[in-house]
């Protein structure tokens, strides 16, 4: 071979060629890798997020159940219809149909829409009346607002919706615990039960489950206790 000709033996080449192959596939399995990482977590952190929105607002509604004015007893004024006993158990769940039932103050949802109304004057009256049917207040009485709020977990559809309206979508399990002292006159949890009676309550721990239909992310779970600020019972 003349000396004075330069440049690359075919050898050369065919080994630069596959050293810049094996670089690129090096590169796109980096890229692939940190792109499914990526979606993940996004995916993670959105599951949490739904999960957290949902619950925060349940632990709102939890916490003022049975606020229903200054006086501990209410006459209801729509006794014979199907909400007629959420003055003595305001709230419920049913284990069976996976249903939480509260009667609770308002949280500022905004708008005048309440299920009931109760009319109190702080002394010897507390009247609960159908929003809407209520009469004229008194001099001496003010109104309170109290909603009744619906949660049901339908497995089939892995839909847990508030009121009939559909509120988070795959969802895998929801559950409710009681936190119940061993009499009314305790204040602490002695145990945790899926039932029971009212004037023992006196916290309520909700658990979410949420999963990607996708399969990018793992599961999520979240766990929260809301005390009960009001005596039950």
Not at 9 to 29: F, H, I, K, N, Y
Not at 46 to 51: I, R
Not at 141 to 156: D, G, I, S
Request: charged share 20%; with cysteine; hydrophobic share 45%.
């Amino acid at each position: 071979m003349n000396a004075s000709v330069k440049g690359f033996g075919l050898v050369e080449v065919l080994l630069a060629l596959v050293l810049g192959l094996v670089m690129s596939l090096a590169l796109v399995q980096i890229f692939i890798s940190s792109k499914s990482s990526y979606v993940s977590q996004t995916s993670s952190a959105g599951l949490q997020e739904d999960a957290r929105f949902v619950l925060s607002k349940m632990v709102q509604e939890v916490r003022l159940v049975g606020m229903f004015g200054c006086l501990g007893k209410v006459d209801d004024a729509t006794a014979g219809n199907s909400f007629s006993k959420a003055f003595e158990e305001p709230i419920h769940w049913d284990a069976n149909s996976q249903t939480l039932t509260l009667a609770t103050a308002g949280t500022g949802e905004g708008g005048g829409w309440s299920t009931w109304v109760i009319h109190t004057d702080c002394l010897s009256s507390a009247t609960a009346y159908t929003n809407g049917r209520a009469p004229r207040l008194a001099v001496d009485e003010t109104a309170m607002p109290v909603h009744r709020q619906v949660y049901r977990f339908n497995k089939a559809r892995n839909e847990l919706s508030l009121n009939g309206q559909p509120l988070a979508s795959n969802v895998r399990t929801f559950s409710v615990l009681f936190g119940v002292a061993g009499s009314t006159r305790e204040r602490s949890i002695a145990r945790y039960a899926a039932a029971a009676a009212p004037s023992l309550i006196r916290s309520v721990r909700l658990t979410l489950t949420l999963f990607d239909p996708a399969d990018r992310a793992q599961e999520q779970t979240i766990d929260v206790v809301a005390a009960i600020r009001n005596r039950l019972g």
